[in-house]
């Protein structure tokens, strides 16, 4: 049945994507981009399965700026939260 052919398949791809997401999390752990306390393989799920309803929004024609605002609002959960007295010494 195409099921047997298409479901392994499909998992296989599924596994390679979440693997670069992990590896991409994990790296920007290690930058100090992404909160270190973040568990990458969860994480990755989850930005996965955002994906996809950011595709379906796109295909369903909402406004730009909405799926703007959906994309930040998921990119900030995983930022690093640096103390706003580091972050002004920083800055200077």
């Known amino acids: 049945a195409i099921e047997d052919e298409l479901w392994p398949r499909y998992r296989q791809l599924q596994q390679a994507v979440l693997g670069q997401i992990e590896r991409a ?4 752990q290690g930058e ?3 909160d270190p306390a973040i568990d990458a393989e969860e994480a990755a799920i ?7 309803m950011i595709g ?4 369903e ?6 799926i703007d605002r959906y994309i930040e609002t998921l990119v900030d959960r995983f930022r690093a939260r640096v ?3 580091q972050a002004a010494v920083g800055s200077v």
């Open 61 to 66: 024609g909402k406004p730009k700026r909405e």
């Open 25 to 28: 999390l994990r790296r920007g």
């Open 46 to 52: 989850g930005i996965l399965g955002a994906a996809y």
């Open 32 to 34: 100090g981009v992404f």
């Open 56 to 59: 379906q929004t796109q295909f």
């Open 83 to 85: 103390p706003a007295r």
